[in-house]
Every structure is written in C-alpha cells, then in structure tokens.
C-alpha cells in the first residue's frame, strides 16, 4: 500500500503489474461501502497485462471514519479521483469504475478527458432525469430512502443490521446472511460511510451529460441484476456515442466478483482493441 496527498488527503492506493505494451496503467475506483480490496479477485487477470492503481476513496478503509463533516460527496471525490491522475506518473489512464465509483468515473470523464484514454464503467450508480427516463420525479428515489434506512441503524451501532437493509436492497431478501465472512467484514470496515453517503445530494444523469462523453467507453453489467442499475447503464450506454455494452450471464451487482474470469476477459479485450 502507498499513499498520495491530493487536496490535503493522503489517499491510500495498491499499484501493481506493468503494462505489457507501455500502454497507459488502468486506475480502478471502488464503490459504495468498498475500498481497494474489493478489486482483488481481477488483479491477477489483469495484472498480467497492464499495471493496475486501485485508490480507497475519502474516508474508506484504511481510514476508520466516524460519519462526521461534509467532505464526503461526488463532488469531492470526483476532485480526488482527479487529483489523483493528476499526481501519477503517466500522461493518461485507463479508468475503470464501479457503481457509485462509475458514477465518480464518469463525471472525471465529462470534466477532464484529457487524462483518458478509455473508460469502463460496471453499472454506474445514479439517477435518470426527465431527459433519460420520462417516469422521473425530483423526489427521493427509494435508494435514497435504503441508505438513509441503512444509516440510521449504523449511526446508533448497529452495523450488521444497516448493513443487511443495504445489501438485501441490492441483492435480493437474504442475501446479506448468505454472504461469506470475508466480504462481510470489508462492508463492515466502511459501514460508516453510509452516513456520509446520506447526504450525498448526487446529480442525475442527463441526456446531455452521457452526449458529453467523448472517451471511447465500454458498459458492463450483471445480467441479473434487480432494480435500478441496468435501467441507468443501458440508458447512458444508448446515448454516448460509439459505446460497447457487455452483460455477463448469471451474475448480479458485483458481476467481477461472481465472474471474475469472464470480466477481465471482456475488459482486457477491450483495452487492446
């Protein structure tokens, strides 16, 4: 593990491999509830191949945040993330972003192409407006209503039980009972950043915003996950220009985790291309 200080934050990161071409490394931000370590069943795929910077986020392991203050948003992790490209030593990046951490991705996209040269999002997190989703209304959606759920159980100590209203939300009755101890205990080192996460006033995403892509962009999702997420990524992926869509059979919101073989097959193509 190293560290960079980018706007006055020491920002924990995992570097990694060599690109086998000299080709630009491939920076992955995690995220919601995850750090660093949650990309650790693709780094060995993927490290065969390219060198892989995995940031932990503002206020995520190994930092053991109490919920409090306004430094935890999209905007300011956005500034991070590039910040963070800013600092290292390479012209461009690949970048590559996860849920919540696909949403920072793709807002580092709009603000500074210049730092990149492909963007990979899995089922980046966020909302349709008018202009994408003709059903929106300005009023909390109901995953604003899980994390301010989750939260307040975890604001009083009870982090299990937050927990378990979070990720059922997203994978289904029980599925937090069913998840094995290890990814158990990563959620848990960064329960606290669901109170943060509770006053994240993120934008949604626009017609005009997902038109604004330039960087050459592949989408990846899960090809069972429930809810909002495919609705989001297939909705961008119509509307910025020249996109690929992979979804992967069989698989949920962390599709890298359940297949991690097949996903740094689809991204490692992707980069040669």
Request: with cysteine; aromatic share 6%.
């Amino acid at each position: 593990m190293q560290t960079l200080h980018v706007n006055g934050y020491d920002m924990a990161y995992l570097d990694i491999g060599q690109s086998a071409d000299g080709g630009p490394p491939l920076v992955c931000i995690h995220g919601s509830l995850c750090d660093f370590r949650i990309w650790s069943s693709v780094l060995g795929p993927l490290t065969r191949r390219h060198r892989v910077i995995a940031p932990s986020l503002r206020h995520f392991f190994p930092e053991h945040w109490d919920g409090d203050g306004d430094t935890y948003s999209i905007a300011q992790h956005v500034d991070d993330v590039i910040g963070f490209i800013e600092k290292l030593d390479s012209k461009l990046v690949d970048l590559m972003g996860h849920s919540r951490g696909g949403h920072i991705c793709f807002r580092v996209a709009q603000r500074r192409p210049d730092l990149l040269r492909k963007l990979i999002l899995a089922e980046p997190g966020g909302e349709l407006d008018g202009t994408l989703d003709p059903a929106y209304r300005p009023d909390p959606s109901p995953l604003a209503g899980m994390i301010a759920a989750s939260a307040e159980l975890i604001a009083k100590g009870d982090i299990d039980g937050g927990l378990q209203i979070f990720h059922d939300a997203l994978e289904g009755p029980g599925a937090w009972n069913r998840l094995p101890a290890m990814p158990k205990q990563l959620l848990r080192d960064n329960a606290t950043t669901l109170i943060g996460q509770m006053r994240d006033h993120r934008p949604p995403f626009s017609k005009a915003d997902a038109e604004a892509i330039r960087t050459p962009t592949l989408f990846i999702g899960g090809a069972n996950t429930r809810g909002s997420p495919p609705k989001v990524l297939h909705a961008l992926a119509a509307n910025v220009n020249g996109s690929r869509v992979e979804m992967i059979p069989s698989t949920t919101h962390t599709m890298f985790v359940q297949a991690p073989q097949k996903y740094c097959q689809i991204v490692l193509a992707f980069l040669a291309a």
